[in-house]
């Protein structure tokens, strides 16, 4: 296989550039962190809840391989969301450490670094298989009603819509995922192929956030992935769903010493899109 460089790469000095020493004394000095909240999500459900900027927070495999699809917004402007086109771009088409979760336009900046990942070290399988993956989306009950003439209300996509509904949110702003612990890649046809997790108890990846942030977490109701939903070795994979756990932390605040949220992207035109000259006097 060629490998021809990333086509997105940026100056030096740019908002890409990641003070990596700043975000490994996040991860590292877990003393000087106190828990603010954490809460378990049971199988084929969803919870959303809320992350100060400034805070971490850590989501968990208690018990062994799940896969969560999550979703994030700006809690104060849900038009501001996660983009995982553009983090493709911009990182990685699976994540890990260092890597970040970049915003819709026009807003366009971090809504969270990750600081942590215990399966950071997974690397590429011999499948070509990677973990934490923006290439795919949630499942959802009309794709399942295309592939299997079914009905199913416990999808990502519907356990994310009752999640944020307590928000004021609908359907509408459920957006394309991270998957969070799903193993998943490329086969020689170009098709999107998925494989059991490798997570094991109390595997975790832990961000940082950027901004005051709303997130969201279906726990999968295919589980580990090991269990077919579609095709003809398909069956209930009610054997393989376990529960997610989630914790935020507050940092000491010595450790955020001169960290600010980033502002949204500087661009200030107007598309070429030009404003009326009228006359300074208002006379014609």
């Not at 809320?50 to 699809?69: F, K, M, N, S, Y």
């Not at 942590?116 to 011999?126: C, M, P, Q």
């Not at 004021?168 to 612990?181: C, Q």
């Not at 832990?206 to 109701?221: G, Y």
Request: proline share 9%; aromatic share 10%.
């Amino acid at each position: 296989m060629s490998h021809p460089p990333a086509a997105y790469q940026p100056k030096a000095g740019s908002i890409l550039d990641v003070d990596r020493a700043f975000y490994d004394r996040l991860a590292e000095r877990t003393d000087e962190r106190k828990p603010v909240e954490e809460f378990v999500i049971p199988i084929r459900s969803g919870r959303a809840w809320e992350v100060p900027a400034g805070h971490l927070c850590r989501v968990i495999t208690p018990e062994g391989p799940q896969v969560g699809d999550f979703n994030v917004w700006n809690r104060h402007n849900p038009r501001e969301r996660l983009w995982a086109a553009r983090t493709r771009q911009l990182q990685s088409a699976h994540v890990t450490r260092y890597d970040r979760l970049w915003s819709t336009l026009p807003y366009l900046r971090p809504l969270l670094t990750i600081t942590n990942d215990t399966l950071e070290s997974y690397g590429v399988d011999d499948d070509g298989g990677r973990v934490h993956d923006l290439l795919g989306s949630r499942c959802d009950p009309y794709v399942n009603r295309i592939l299997s003439g079914e009905d199913f209300d416990f999808h990502c996509h519907s356990n994310l819509v009752r999640a944020v509904l307590p928000y004021g949110l609908t359907e509408f702003d459920v957006h394309d995922v991270l998957n969070i612990f799903q193993c998943t890649g490329l086969n020689d046809e170009d098709r999107y192929f998925m494989k059991a997790s490798p997570a094991k108890p109390g595997d975790f990846f832990e961000f940082f956030a950027e901004q005051d942030l709303l997130c969201a977490l279906s726990t999968c109701p295919a589980g580990d992935l090991s269990i077919p939903l579609w095709g003809p070795d398909a069956r209930d994979p009610l054997e393989v769903c376990r529960p997610l756990a989630v914790e935020v932390y507050r940092p000491d605040a010595g450790l955020l010493e001169g960290w600010s949220p980033p502002p949204v992207a500087s661009y200030a035109g107007l598309h070429g899109l030009g404003l009326p000259a009228w006359p300074a006097d208002g006379a014609e």
